[in-house]
């Protein structure tokens, strides 16, 4: 969220997915393909497949499509 990093000094660093910037994110597979994206990460079947710290990958793998 830009305004958190905003509020935090770090705009310029982080708060959006952009070339160059920091990035911290996951990676999750839903149970369903055709439920709602927000949907999906609440269901009792789906799984966080890969994590991503500062862009790098530090758990897991991206799924085959």
């Known amino acids: 969220d830009l305004e958190a990093a905003w509020a935090l000094g770090f705009e310029r660093r982080c708060g959006r997915l952009e070339c160059g910037l920091a ?9 369903d393909r055709r439920d709602e994206p927000c ?3 609440l269901a009792p079947g789906s799984r ?16 085959a499509s």
């Not at 862009?55 to 991206?62: E, I, K, M, P």
């Open 23 to 31: 990035a911290d994110l996951a990676v999750v597979l839903p149970e």
């Open 39 to 41: 949907e999906s990460l």
């Open 48 to 63: 966080v497949v890969a994590t991503l710290c500062r862009g790098r990958l530090v758990a897991g793998a991206f799924p």
